[in-house]
């Protein structure tokens, strides 16, 4: 029971800045942008999070400073790629590139100082359950912004007018322009909340997952985000379940190691990307639902006609 | 050369159609370029008039233009009243000081070829581009049109020639995103299946529009345009892609439009269409408006004289049915898998194509052309040799190349992109299509620039090709030159097997006349030729037997003498099951 529980808390852990991330890079795709600068937005949240909050001692103004430094990140791709009509992909790339350099230097004086954990929820009574209090009700912060943001993103892109435009615009910006939908700002306003997303999910590294910082630390979890975005067809319940599905499987071959199974370790460690490409490709089965559901105008440049 | 003798043909249509030519114009023009005064006395004047010229007319208008600049006010029984509107995209005038006047309740033609400017002066009254000169008036008042949302709350609504759905949502979300943010969109879904079912457009409210036929398409445009409630509908090529029938079933909800008091902005190039629903006609030729005419007392070729400037080549033709001899080419019971999801499957297709003759095949697109058309060229192989045969040959296994050097050529749909690479210059996409069949374009590995370029030349000359420069990149040219330069490449060694998909699209008169006299001249000569087309007016004109292509379906051939349009339509929608289709 306490082994069960430990693996599920860790399995929480690992999953909720893939979810975050993921979350907020489906609702950039879904405006058709393709920001594979996801990796760079995160690590310049890790970093803006970890010195924040260590300068102050306070770890949500630390959150808030990641999210800040994730949009100004998203500006600056946004920017270019929707005001300038640069190539989404090169400037994706690039804006990896920028942030996993930025954070080293920004970084620099603070490899290997102790971090400032958010503080777990806790509601008296409630939170004492056993299994099931500090599962689901003795977390922190992140946790609970990752799962309201989930249906969040549901509920706006599915129920509100405005999620529908984002939609139609990822399905065909020529046809919403020409509707008089404003393109280009509801793109501006994707890409940033991608980059607040990503901004959070760096913070979770640094302040929650492990509270410190090290250099490179979000360690890919960037590009792992983007494929889950991609497997999951665009549909924040599967990011959902890709997220966990990642992270139970990263966690159980941790565990399969410890315990020495006579598999290669490095079988093992693949793992995790294996059993979610396969799950995810099976649940893409049907090619009408992920047609529908995939943004056709996915990395292409917009530029109205004036 | 027109322009030298400048005339105006002002033709009067009270005393049945006589013709005259007066010598001193811009008197006669006068009336006719007062909207003002004419257009009002439309109504009372028996004779409204119809003009056709050249360039002084121009001149005349922009005096008068500029004259008119200082009036602030419109006639307010015109729903609608433009005046000077202009555009320039860089140096390029899209539309030069374009008048227009709409009434209410009147169905109004917008005529004009390809690339006149019809599609920038409507995106200026829609709000999607802003005219850099010029006025609107709207119910007399003067406005400013700052973007689509605006142009609707006005009363302005529009249906799109290429439409601007979003496959990936439903009929009802489509809707709504055109709609006022405000509007509930339960209500939403009851309120378009009952303005559907009353206009006998009918709609699901939860399809998906990625499964809808085109023509249920073009049922969302128009049902979307409907629920904003317009006073004014522009419709932009809306029968592009209808069989006659659907065609027919149009014009009854527009006449019911029109008759409940809503002008439609009927924009067109097809002018038998024009001539029987439209009240007037304002023409557009190289951004300026060039004549305004009633369509119903003028013919198709006075109103085409007019589009175009120019008289348009008459096509000379004599259908000839009877064939002689063995077919050149055969395709024999030849069913083909669909591509993909958005792909047509062939089933059991069976044609012979024999020398001397131009057969053509009609269909709305997506129903197989393009795959039937790849089938034959070799893009896509036959599941088995014997199903395409070429000069007696069993070819369905062999590649594009290969059935090129036996004799046949193939000219494929897409200008830019398959039968040209865009950036290339014209001298090597000679080579992309001719070096497996003319030896002399090669020396061994080696590339003879030389030859090509004097092929160029002969393509030029033989097929009045229009360029700017000796050997321009394929994309700078016009489409109707960048066809003729494809269509002379092809046709230069005589070939006796020629296959061609959607000869003259989006190709100005003047080029497609060409194209289609070089089509049958070769037939003439013993060609056998296969036409695919969209365009029934075309087949109509060119080909000597006809069938149709309706969901990977080919009808069997008729002597065009022997068929007609309805009969054609209905092949087209399917309708040919019953008279078994194989031979």
């Known amino acids: ?306 | 050369m027109k322009r030298r003798h400048i005339s105006a043909i002002v033709r009067l249509t009270h005393n049945n159609a006589e013709m005259f030519q007066i010598p001193e114009r811009a008197s006669s023009c006068l009336d006719i370029r007062q909207p003002e005064k004419s257009f009002k006395k439309t109504s009372e004047l028996a004779n409204p008039a119809c003009t056709a010229d050249g360039e002084t007319t121009y001149s005349f208008l922009s005096n008068w233009s500029k004259n008119r600049r200082t009036m602030q006010t419109a006639n307010p029984d015109d729903l609608l009243t433009l005046r000077g509107l202009t555009k320039s995209f860089g140096s390029f005038k899209a539309n030069d000081g374009v008048d227009l006047s709409i009434r209410p309740g009147e169905i109004h033609a917008l005529l004009g070829e390809n690339g006149a400017g019809k599609s920038t002066f409507v995106k200026m009254l829609y709000g999607a581009l802003q005219p850099d000169a010029g006025e609107i008036f709207w119910r007399g008042k003067k406005v400013e049109i700052p973007n689509p949302a605006y142009a609707r709350e006005l009363g302005i609504g529009m249906v799109f020639q290429h439409f601007s759905l979003f496959e990936a949502l439903t009929v009802a979300e489509n809707i709504a995103v055109a709609l006022p943010p405000k509007t509930s969109f339960k209500k939403l879904s009851t309120d378009l299946e009952t303005v559907s079912r009353e206009y006998g457009l009918p709609l699901k409210a939860g399809s998906h529009v990625y499964d809808l036929s085109v023509g249920q398409r073009q049922r969302i445009e128009i049902v979307r345009c409907l629920l904003q409630q317009p006073d004014l509908i522009i419709m932009d090529e809306p029968t592009s892609v209808l069989t006659p029938q659907e065609v027919e079933e149009l014009f009854a909800v527009l006449r019911k439009l029109s008759s409940e008091g809503k002008a439609i902005l009927y924009i067109s190039h097809k002018l038998e269409e024009v001539r029987v629903l439209c009240e007037r006609a304002t023409i557009l030729r190289h951004g300026k408006v060039v004549g305004a005419c009633i369509p119903k007392d003028e013919t198709a070729s006075s109103i085409a004289r007019m589009m175009v400037g120019s008289d348009i080549h008459q096509i000379r033709h004599e259908p000839n049915a009877a064939h002689h001899g063995e077919p050149l080419l055969s395709v024999r019971n030849l069913s083909l898998p669909a591509r993909d999801t958005f792909g047509t499957p062939l089933r059991e297709v069976s044609l012979d194509l024999y020398p001397g003759q131009i057969a053509g095949i009609a269909g709305i697109a997506g129903n197989g052309q393009t795959e039937l058309f790849d089938v034959i060229s070799g893009e896509t192989l036959a599941p088995s040799a014997e199903d395409v045969m070429l000069f007696g040959q069993p070819v369905g296994k062999l590649g594009i190349s290969k059935r090129r050097a036996i004799g046949a050529v193939f000219i494929s749909e897409e200008r830019l992109g398959q039968a040209t690479v865009a950036t290339m210059p014209l001298s090597e996409n000679v080579f992309l299509t001719r070096h497996s069949v003319n030896p002399d374009l090669k020396a061994g590995p080696l590339l003879r620039r030389g030859t090509a370029k004097a092929l160029l030349d002969k393509i030029t000359t033989e097929l009045d090709v229009r360029k700017s420069a000796a050997d321009p990149a394929a994309q700078a040219l016009s489409g109707g030159n960048l066809q003729k330069f494809i269509v002379g490449r092809e046709v230069l060694e005589d070939p006796k097997v020629i296959i061609v998909n959607q000869p003259t699209w989006g190709v100005d008169a003047g080029s497609a006349a060409r194209i289609r006299q070089t089509l049958i001249d070769l037939a003439a000569n013993g060609a056998a030729i296969l036409v695919i087309s969209q365009d029934l007016d075309e087949l109509f004109e060119i080909a000597d037997t006809m069938a149709a292509i309706a969901e990977g379906n080919l009808s069997k051939f008729e002597s065009v003498a022997k068929t007609n349009r309805n009969a054609i339509g209905l092949k087209m929608s399917g309708i040919f099951a019953a008279e078994g289709t194989h031979p």
């Open chain 1, 1 to 306: 029971m306490e082994l069960t529980l430990a693996i599920l808390l860790t399995i929480i852990t690992a999953a909720t800045p893939l979810l975050l991330a993921a979350t907020g890079e489906l609702v950039v795709e879904r405006s058709g942008v393709l920001n594979l600068g996801v990796e760079g937005m995160m690590i310049m949240g890790a970093v803006g999070g970890f010195v924040m909050a260590y300068l102050t001692g306070n770890p949500l103004l630390g959150i808030a400073f990641a999210v800040l430094l994730g949009m100004a990140m998203a500006l600056l791709f946004g920017f270019l790629v929707l005001t300038f009509a640069t190539n989404q992909y090169a400037t994706g790339l690039a804006l990896t590139i920028l942030g996993l350099g930025l954070a080293a230097l920004i970084g620099e004086g603070f490899v290997g100082r102790a971090g400032i954990r958010p503080p777990n929820l806790y509601i008296p009574g409630i939170s004492d359950i056993p299994f099931i209090g500090p599962l689901l009700f003795g977390r922190d912060v992140l946790f609970y912004i990752s799962i309201t943001l989930v249906a969040g993103v549901m509920w706006f892109l599915f129920r509100t007018r405005q999620g529908l435009t984002l939609r139609a615009i990822g399905d065909n910006h020529h046809s919403a322009h020409a509707l008089g939908i404003k393109v280009i700002r509801y793109r501006y306003l994707a890409v940033l909340f991608g980059g607040a997303c990503a901004g959070l999910a760096g913070a979770h590294l640094s302040l929650v997952y492990t509270p410190q910082w090290s250099e490179n630390m979000t360690a890919g979890r960037g590009w792992i985000a983007l494929a889950l975005v991609v497997f999951a067809s665009w549909r924040p319940l599967r990011v959902l379940a890709g997220a966990y599905l990642f992270g139970a499987v990263s966690i159980g071959q941790l565990h399969a190691q410890a315990i020495g199974i006579a598999i290669p370790s490095q079988a093992l460690s693949a793992l995790p990307y294996v059993a979610t490409i396969i799950v995810l490709v099976i649940i893409s089965q049907n090619r009408r639902l992920t047609m529908i559901n995939t943004p056709a105008s996915l990395g292409k440049s917009f530029v109205p006609d004036r």
